[in-house]
């Protein structure tokens, strides 16, 4: 894996001095959700993000897939600035390139689950037997195959999770976007997830991921912390085990609580 | 303890913040007021002696404004149960606040006291307004002079007023039922997700079809007008019953079926289309079907009033041919009394030229009226105790026919617009006549009379004719054997002279009738054509001035149907949107989708609206020839003509509302970028 800061040219995603102040409608407190946040997305990264409640990753994601706007900074992706791009080219954008994994899984209760994995397909106009060529791996990967004809109230929130997954992977995008994908799950179905994550990682997926948990975030390559808006340390697995970065990581939040600063 | 006007506050801000919903309702309070108040005063007298036809006119409102209460109390308590629907959860957040019961019902009464109020305001000045319009519009349509200003009686605002307290009280009581007898978690909890969507219903489908084919087939089987009468209501009934089964379980199939059809479901603006639309379709349906009935009926109404006011001349003049007709009935055993007949015309001669006028275009005819039952084996009798409108009524008009229409001896040329009327002989006691028909123009006369009794028109030759009142005298008793003379004239003066010169007719004729027959049975009428003109403009304007009402109200109660469906499901669709646009729907896929699912929908109602116009055709023609309309393909274009611009009015209308959803839809995602 090509742990390195440098950028090179293989580098998907750029954000550069990302920005991002909340000012509500009746102007009393605006919030800086994020501040000048900067960092690079190499292919086949494998990105964990970590951060208490409120300190902004949902804000950054949202921003990096092009769903809301930076106050200042730029977001480059695959070199072409997002920020100055149209609305219309933003939607083919994120359909086509991006797969995002929303915390809350935003599946259409009116959809069943093929449906709703099949959305972004459906938006690009792919024919109907591409779909269900494309769909049947990723579904028996993440094991919601005999699932899919169910409507999401009708499944566990594993199994929305997975199919929220199986959304973003169908598009094969160039990165994935997840936020807490593991929030809604038990030890043992995040597990999978994260087995999953991982085997296609080694397949070459590039993964953006938000979590709040250690033990998934050392799956990852490398470790983004975020506190107040700001990339306040970054941890790169370099030659460690899985069981070393996650104590790697543990001893960071124990600090990062402790609130001693560090960068 | 709360402070005084708490819950008038709060049922105001209440009300505006739902703004987009009761402003809309409060504009068909003002209407329904409006139309009411103008119908409330229109029966309430004021155009007798004030219009021609004003006692007719009279009737025919006071029959239309009992119409209208039912369909406006029905038509407010539709659109209002949509708005207490959108408000539920809000009512449901109170009562979880610790609103009680008694607070809940305080703040309904407030809210519908407040829309009466300020309908009943606005209603009011609107009605005073339109009820001038109105009386110049019924003016016009009775040919009759501008009637002077009148206020209206103090009555009239009072019986509106009653009218609509009396509505607004059952709406709060009905707003009150829904909040008391479900909990405050309901109240809240009122999303479509949690359940499938529903099974397609085979039974349901079946039961629709057969609703709507019985329906039709009343209609298409009406062979006389009696019978159409009789079948109207029940065939109606079908039809509304068929409607709405079939739009239930026919819109769950489709979406079934649409979404087999793959290459069809996945494309972006159908996929989301056709899914949200099987959830929704129970709801849908109804909203659907009851846009289709309403469509119907102002079809039917304005199809139907326009073409009687459009043939009314055509009626007027076969029925009153001349200025002036004198009718004389002769007894049967009389027979036409020629003799008689010379007197009368003298008498007539020289009354005029006494007055100073002279006749123009006299004409006469001879004509023997049989009222009797016909009888499928082609025989004719009555008996004394059959009452006239039994099964097989039958009225003949005999005429002696001249020319070409002049048949063979012992045969008749014979015209009917029933169309179960197949026999080649027809027998009166020991007279048979042998039948050969001939086309409806060469029929002069009375083809289709205001009569709702099936009609024959014979044309026999001139001896048969005495030898044809002796022998239906003996199979029909003597009142249903009339030997009918007109004669009929115009004075080409001004309506006052036409007026005084006929008027001492009617009792010099009679004068010399009483003279010469001491005894038996004879008659005798002096029709003045423009008098009798009146009523007839009075009969069929009012009936299209009520139509247009009508229509009126029953658009509006489409406009809002349409827009609150468009609004509710609005809000229901904005998350759904938002979450697309975050997968990467452009904007204008949004559009397209939408205009997709708007055009689905917008196609069904309207069809099925013109195709239950067309099977009613018959029947409504059948109706209408009781009225003396009988041009079927003027009665075709007219259906047709407002058929296309019903739909040209309705496709404006679901462009408006589509846009209120489109608004709401487009707007959250919009706020989901966060820009
Ligand atoms: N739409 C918004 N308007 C105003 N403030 C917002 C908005 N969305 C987020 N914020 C604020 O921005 C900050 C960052 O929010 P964000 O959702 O990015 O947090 P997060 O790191 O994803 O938290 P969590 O782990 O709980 O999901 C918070 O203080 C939040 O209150
Ligand atoms: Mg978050």
């Not at chain 1, 998934?216 to 069981?243: K, M, N, P, V």
């Not at chain 2, 002279?358 to 004719?380: K, R």
């Not at chain 2, 669709?573 to 697309?580: C, G, I, K, P, S």
């Amino acid at each position: 894996m090509a742990d390195t800061m440098e950028k090179t040219d293989n580098t998907i995603l750029e954000a550069k001095c990302l920005r991002r102040v909340y000012t509500s409608r009746f102007g009393a407190h605006p919030v800086t959700a994020l501040d000048n946040v900067s960092f690079a997305v190499t292919e086949g990264e494998y990105i964990a993000i970590m951060g208490e409640s409120g300190s902004g990753k949902t804000t950054l994601l949202n921003i990096l897939a092009a769903i809301d706007r930076p106050t200042s900074g730029q977001v480059l992706l695959d070199g072409r600035d997002m920020t100055t791009v149209s609305e219309q080219h933003l939607a083919d954008f994120r359909r086509e390139r991006l797969g995002y994994v929303f915390q809350d899984f935003q599946l259409l209760d009116t959809f069943t689950l093929r449906d709703n994995i099949f959305l972004p397909l459906v938006l690009s106009e792919v024919k109907p037997e591409t779909m269900e060529k494309r769909l049947r791996p990723i579904a028996e990967k993440l094991g919601i195959l005999d699932v899919l004809g169910k409507y999401p109230y009708e499944v566990s929130g594993g199994q929305k999770q997975r199919a929220a997954v199986a959304r973003a992977l169908i598009v094969s995008p160039r990165l994935i976007l997840a936020d807490e994908p593991t929030g809604a799950l038990d030890s043992h179905a995040s597990g999978q997830l994260l087995d999953t994550f991982s085997e296609i990682h080694r397949e070459g997926q590039t993964i953006l991921m938000v979590t709040h948990s250690a033990r998934a975030a050392s799956r990852a390559g490398r470790i983004l912390f975020i506190r107040d808006g700001r990339i306040f340390h970054q941890l790169y697995r370099g030659e460690c085990t899985d069981e070393q970065l996650y104590q790697k990581i543990y001893d960071t939040l124990t600090l990062l609580s402790a609130g001693v600063e560090r960068t | 303890m709360r402070r005084r006007g708490f819950f008038a506050r709060l049922s105001v801000s209440g009300m505006r913040k739902n703004g987009r919903l009761y402003v809309p309702y409060v504009f068909s309070f003002i209407l329904s007021v409006a139309m009411y108040f103008i119908v409330c005063y229109l029966a309430s007298g004021v155009l007798k002696g004030r219009m021609g036809g004003g006692y007719t006119m009279t009737t025919i409102m006071e029959f239309g404004r009992l119409v209208m209460m039912l369909f406006i109390a029905v038509f407010l308590f539709y659109t209002h149960s949509f708005l207490v629907r959108r408000r539920l959860s809000e009512y449901g957040l109170y009562s979880v606040l610790g609103m009680s019961r008694r607070g809940l019902s305080r703040l309904a009464l407030w809210e519908n006291g407040i829309v009466y109020g300020i309908g009943l305001a606005f209603g009011l000045v609107l009605g005073l307004v339109l009820t001038r319009a109105s009386e110049l519009f019924l003016a016009r349509m009775t040919r009759s002079e501008t009637p002077p200003i009148l206020w209206p009686d103090g009555r009239v605002f009072l019986e509106t007023a009653l009218f609509f307290a009396l509505v607004s009280l059952l709406l709060c009581a009905d707003t009150i039922r829904r909040l008391v007898f479900k909990g405050a978690r309901e109240l809240m909890r009122q999303k479509e997700s949690g359940e499938k969507p529903p099974k397609a219903n085979w039974v349901i489908a079946l039961l629709g079809f057969l609703c709507l084919g019985a329906g039709y087939g009343l209609s298409l089987q009406a062979r006389n007008v009696l019978s159409a009468l009789q079948s109207f209501a029940v065939a109606v009934l079908f039809v509304i019953v068929g409607t709405f089964l079939l739009f239930y379980a026919g819109s769950v199939m489709l979406c079934r079926l649409l979404k087999e059809w793959k290459s069809f479901y996945y494309r972006t603006a159908n996929f989301i289309s056709v899914s949200t639309m099987s959830f929704r379709m129970q709801r849908n349906a109804m909203g659907l079907a009851s846009i289709c009935i309403l469509s119907t009926m102002v079809l039917v109404m304005l199809s139907s009033t326009l073409s009687m006011n459009i043939g009314i001349d055509d009626v007027i003049r076969t029925r009153y041919p001349r200025d002036i007709v004198i009718t004389t009935e002769f007894d049967p055993a009389v027979g036409f009394d020629r003799e008689m007949e010379e007197k009368l015309r003298t008498l007539v001669a020289d009354h005029l030229s006494e007055e100073g006028v002279s006749a123009a275009n006299i004409a006469q005819t001879e004509e023997l009226a049989l009222t009797g039952i016909w009888h499928g084996d082609g025989t004719f009798s009555l008996n004394p105790d059959d009452s006239s409108l039994s099964e097989g009524a039958f009225v003949i008009y005999v005429r002696v026919g001249e020319g070409e229409k002049r048949p063979e001896a012992g045969c008749a040329f014979a015209f009917t617009l029933e169309a179960d009327f197949v026999t080649r002989t027809l027998t009166f006691g020991d007279m048979t006549v042998s039948l050969q028909e001939i086309p409806r123009e060469k029929v002069t006369g009375n083809i289709a009379s205001l009569s709702i009794v099936p009609t024959l028109h014979l044309y026999v030759r001139e001896e048969d004719m005495p030898r044809l009142i002796q022998a239906a005298r003996q199979v029909i008793p003597e009142e249903g054997v009339i030997p009918t003379w007109n004669y009929m004239f115009d004075l080409p003066y001004e309506e006052e002279v036409r007026r005084t010169v006929s008027q001492p007719l009617r009792e010099m004729a009679w004068e010399m009738l009483r003279e010469s027959y001491s005894q038996g049975r004879y008659g005798l009428a002096v029709y003045r054509g423009n008098e009798e003109r009146e009523d007839f403009y009075a009969l069929y304007g009012g009936l299209l001035y009520l139509g247009i009402i009508l229509s009126l109200i029953f658009m509006s109660a489409v406009v809002l149907v349409m827009y609150y469906r468009q609004v509710t499901e609005g809000y229901e669709d904005r998350e759904r949107y938002a979450v697309m646009r975050r997968l990467g729907m452009r904007r204008e896929m949004i559009r397209s989708t939408v205009n997709r699912q708007l055009r689905m929908v917008f196609f069904a109602p309207i069809v099925q609206a013109g195709l239950h116009l067309a099977f009613a055709f018959p029947l409504i023609a059948l109706l209408l020839s009781s009225f003396g309309i009988s041009n079927r393909p003027l009665l075709a274009l007219i259906s047709l003509l407002a058929f296309v611009v019903f739909t040209l009015l309705y496709a404006l209308i679901y462009r408006v509302t589509g846009n209120a959803y489109f608004r709401i839809v487009g707007r959250d995602s919009e706020d989901t970028q966060r820009f």
